[in-house]
């Protein structure tokens, strides 16, 4: 069975930085793709970030570009998202996600999805 | 970037109904095209991709259409199960976007 699950999130200071990981099982890690995206509190789901199956390709939405970083460790079979710089209105439910294309070349729709951990901005 | 929008946001329908909602893009996006269902407090579900095809285990009476921006999501003889909220996400190009979704519920 396929299997996301996501850490870290939590309470968190405007300004300060907060490390999301995603522990996978139940395929082959190292040949899919893996997405973060998230959904403020009553609000529609947003992507954050992108990584490749081999880490060659990255990217990021333009609201977080400069402030996340996406990595991955193929070896441990996670995914991480490293926040610095939070703000208010970085408050949501981090999702980590799979991709459903194996060693694409482009970014790709999601078929797998994680539970969620919840990331609250807030003096 | 490409923009997403869907309409309606909201609808009611009954059980038994046929249900369509469309999404459209800010520039072609050559049929990269998902459908997501999401109940609350839960994780969204993938429905269908490359605009048409229908993924593993999602019943048939969910279906899609369409072609450079303009996309339809199209549920037939509406479920129980299938009031929920719906997102429409491109991945043409990144950064990858969804459509603000269309919220189903009971008339």
């Known amino acids: 069975e396929v299997q996301l699950v996501e850490s870290g999130g939590g309470l968190v200071q405007p300004g300060r930085s907060l490390r999301l990981s995603c522990a996978v099982s139940g395929f082959n890690f190292d040949e899919y793709g893996m997405q973060w995206v998230r959904q403020a509190p009553g609000k529609g789901l947003e992507w954050v970030s992108g990584?490749?199956?081999?880490?060659?390709?990255?990217a990021y939405a333009d609201s977080v570009r400069g402030r996340f970083t996406i990595s991955r460790d193929n070896a441990k079979k996670s995914l991480y998202l490293y926040m610095n710089s939070l703000r208010g209105e970085d408050t949501a439910f981090y999702y980590c996600?799979?991709?459903?294309?194996?060693?694409?070349?482009?970014?790709?729709?999601?078929?797998?999805w994680g539970q969620g951990t919840m990331v609250t901005v807030s003096s | 970037d490409i923009q997403m929008t869907q309409s309606p946001s909201s609808l009611s329908a009954s059980v038994g109904d046929t249900v369509i909602i469309t999404c459209r893009a800010s520039q072609g996006i050559s049929n990269s095209l998902a459908w997501y269902q999401q109940k609350p407090g839960k994780a969204p579900n993938l429905l269908l991709y490359a605009a048409s095809r229908l993924e593993s285990g999602v019943p048939s009476r969910f279906s899609g259409s369409g072609s450079g921006t303009d996309y339809t999501l199209t549920i037939s003889s509406l479920q129980p199960e299938d009031f929920a909220t719906y997102y429409c996400?491109?991945?043409?190009?990144?950064?990858?976007?969804f459509g603000p979704g269309t919220k189903v519920s009971v008339k």
């Open positions: 996600a799979k991709e459903f294309v194996m060693r694409a070349y482009q970014f790709e729709v999601i078929d797998i």
């Open positions: 996400q491109q991945y043409y190009t990144s950064p990858l976007t």
């Open positions: 990584i490749s199956w081999d880490g060659g390709r990255i």
